[in-house]
């Protein structure tokens, strides 16, 4: 069966950092676009970054401080926040998309001091 298992979140004070994971099982990874979306309370699920073999995009939001890559070996996908702010606040969910499309369950980040 198909998995992401997201991990890494937390409480963590402004301006720190935090580095989360995906690990994916069940499909071909490497021909999978990955993305993390992230989805505080009462508002729309967002696209945080996305990296494929064409290069990775970001929302203005995060550009500088967020960084994602891929490790197709082993199947994973990382975010690394750096300078974090409340604003970062929210579940972050992992996903993949080719022509069929996969969510994992979310992890939540709290940046609070």
């Known amino acids: 069966q198909v998995q992401l298992v997201e991990s890494g979140g937390g409480l963590v004070q402004p301006g720190g950092s935090l580095r989360l994971s995906c690990a994916a099982s069940?499909?071909?990874?490497?021909?999978?676009?990955m993305s993390w979306y992230r989805q505080a309370p009462g508002t729309a699920r967002e696209l945080v970054a996305s990296?494929?073999?064409?290069?990775?995009n970001y929302a203005d939001s995060v550009k500088g401080r967020f960084t994602i890559s891929r490790d197709n070996v082993k199947n994973m996908v990382y975010l690394q926040m750096n300078s974090l702010k409340p604003e970062d606040t929210a579940v972050y969910y992992c996903?993949?998309?080719?022509?069929?499309?996969?969510w994992g369950q979310g992890t939540q980040v709290t940046v609070s001091s």
């Open positions: 996903k993949a998309r080719n022509r069929v499309q996969y």
């Open positions: 069940g499909f071909t990874f490497s021909s999978y676009v």
């Open positions: 990296i494929s073999s064409a290069g990775t």
